[in-house]
Structures are given as C-alpha cells and as structure tokens.
C-alpha cells in the first residue's frame, strides 16, 4: 500500500470511489488462468463513522491519526477482488502472517491511493516425484527455508487427494501449535487409528524432515526422540481419493447437486 504525502490521483481512477470499491466484492472462487499480474488501485477518503466504530471494536483510542492497522481494512476488499482473478478460491487460503510498515502517520482528513497487487507465489515442482513422497516435501521445505520468507515458526503439510479437508480442521490445528509442541495432527473420529491429515511441523524438525526417503511422510518423524506431537480430537473422516472408483464413491455419497 502506497501512501501519499498528499492527494494524490491514480491514472483512471475516480477522485470520489463508490462505496463498493472500498470494501470490494464477495470472494469468488477463481476463476483465472494464473495468478493476476497487474496493479489495483482505488482512492479512497476515510469515513469517519467507520473508523469511530473500528477504534470502538478493536480497542483505538479515537484520534485524528489512522490506527496503523486501519489502512489494511481500507485495502482488504482491493485484495479480494485481486484475489478472485487468480485461479484459486481465495475461501479457504492459508493467512500466514500480516507484515505493517508505518513511515509516518496517517491523518484523519487525507485521501489515500491504495493499490494491491500479487507478489510471492512461486510454483515449485518436483521433477523427480519417482523418488517418493519425501522429495516432495524436502522440496517444499527448502524453499519455506529461504530468507526471504523468514520468521516463519512452522509448516502446514496439506495432501493433495483429500478433497473434503475442512477449514475448521485446519484452525484447529494452528491453535493447537504453540510452543513446546513439534508436531501437530488431528485425529478424526471415524478413522481413530490412522494418521490423520494436515500436519503442522515446526521449523526446527525441518532440516532433520530431509533426511526422510521414499514414501515416508512425517509420521517417521513422530517417531524420532524428542519430538512433541499434539493430537487433536475432530470430527468426521478425510478420505483419500486416489482413483476413479473413490471419486465415484464420493460422489455417490454427495448426491445430485
């Protein structure tokens, strides 16, 4: 987010933004080609009643200056609607972290040029999946591992056949990771004895998780020592769909849509 150190007007948009442009539209599910490589960008001036009942919610003391927290809900609708060009739901998307940098205050009374725009996702494919599981995850975790994505505390392992992977299992999971815990996963009360999917490993396992081979996955590490694993309790299963016949089977159990 741009912000400038006085009005300032971005080629081809409007001084006074529509109201829908400030909180944008809902959150479709994808529906680009790949992942959207231009720019954004919305004028917006601060409603003062909004702001009044931001400050009033999140704690603020109500000042002429812009909490510095408050320009990110301005551009939040401007990320969605970025986010609906790429070709993946933005519901359901991991947030890892928000990273604010204030170089000076925000006053009450400015019209702020807010742009967003899509930086980071990078693919990364295995070339060599013939070696297993394991060369998969090594891969991942090499590139988690690179400065640029630094401080992160852990990694959220997620398979790629199961389908019916719900997002409360997954907040479930990012709750139960907290310090000294190693590794998390949940138990799913239909399959109590099989290792259960997503795993949350912390980023200290991460340099011993290359030395694994094959198809073996982080339940080897559960088994190494010193390892703190937390289970969580779910509901409901996870299937994997590996083959036409699971598909079916699933889809059968799903019904006419």
Same mark, same amino acid.
């Given at each position: /987010?741009?912000?400038?150190?006085?009005?300032?007007?971005?080629?081809? =948009?409007? @001084?006074? *933004?529509?109201?829908?442009?400030?909180?944008?539209?809902?959150?479709?599910?994808?529906?680009?080609?790949?992942?959207?490589? +231009?720019?954004?960008?919305?004028?917006?001036?601060?409603?003062? #009643?909004?702001?009044?009942?931001? @400050?009033?919610?999140?704690?603020?003391?109500?000042?002429? $200056?812009?909490?510095?927290?408050?320009?990110? =809900?301005?551009?939040?609708?401007?990320? /969605?609607?970025?986010?609906?060009?790429?070709? !993946?739901?933005?519901?359901?998307? =991991?947030?890892?972290? %928000?990273?604010?940098?204030?170089?000076?205050?925000?006053?009450?009374?400015?019209?702020?040029?807010?742009? @967003?725009?899509?930086?980071?996702?990078?693919?990364?494919?295995?070339?060599?999946?013939?070696?297993? /599981?394991?060369?998969?995850?090594?891969?991942?975790? %090499?590139?988690?591992?690179?400065?640029?994505?630094?401080?992160?505390?852990?990694?959220?392992?997620? /398979?790629? +056949?199961?389908?019916?992977?719900?997002?409360?299992?997954?907040?479930?999971?990012?709750?139960? !990771?907290?310090?000294? =815990?190693?590794?998390?996963?949940?138990?799913?009360?239909?399959?109590?004895?099989?290792?259960?999917?997503?795993?949350?490993?912390?980023?200290?396992?991460?340099?011993?998780?290359?030395?694994? #081979?094959? +198809?073996?996955?982080?339940? *080897?590490?559960?088994?190494?020592?010193?390892?703190?694993? $937390? #289970?969580?309790?779910?509901?409901? #299963? %996870?299937?994997?769909?590996?083959?036409?016949?699971?598909?079916?089977?699933?889809?059968?159990? @799903?019904?006419?849509?």
């Amino acid at each position: /987010m741009r912000v400038p150190s006085r009005r300032a007007t971005a080629p081809g =948009v409007p @001084a006074a *933004a529509p109201e829908r442009w400030l909180y944008g539209p809902s959150p479709l599910p994808g529906r680009g080609s790949g992942l959207p490589e +231009d720019t954004l960008w919305r004028e917006v001036s601060v409603d003062p #009643t909004h702001l009044a009942h931001y @400050a009033h919610v999140c704690g603020f003391t109500l000042r002429d $200056e812009l909490p510095p927290t408050y320009p990110h =809900v301005l551009a939040f609708g401007l990320q /969605m609607e970025l986010l609906a060009r790429a070709p !993946f739901s933005a519901v359901g998307v =991991v947030h890892i972290a %928000n990273r604010i940098v204030q170089h000076r205050p925000i006053l009450l009374g400015e019209t702020l040029a807010l742009s @967003a725009s899509v930086r980071g996702f990078e693919p990364h494919r295995n070339s060599r999946p013939v070696l297993g /599981m394991a060369s998969s995850l090594r891969l991942g975790l %090499n590139a988690l591992a690179a400065e640029r994505w630094q401080p992160l505390d852990g990694a959220l392992i997620v /398979m790629g +056949d199961q389908p019916l992977l719900r997002v409360e299992v997954i907040e479930s999971l990012v709750l139960a !990771f907290e310090p000294p =815990v190693d590794v998390v996963r949940p138990c799913y009360s239909a399959e109590p004895e099989a290792p259960g999917h997503p795993v949350i490993v912390h980023r200290r396992l991460w340099a011993r998780a290359r030395s694994l #081979t094959g +198809d073996h996955g982080f339940r *080897a590490i559960e088994t190494w020592s010193e390892v703190r694993l $937390e #289970t969580i309790a779910v509901e409901g #299963t %996870n299937p994997d769909i590996d083959t036409p016949e699971d598909l079916a089977r699933l889809e059968e159990q @799903a019904g006419p849509e």
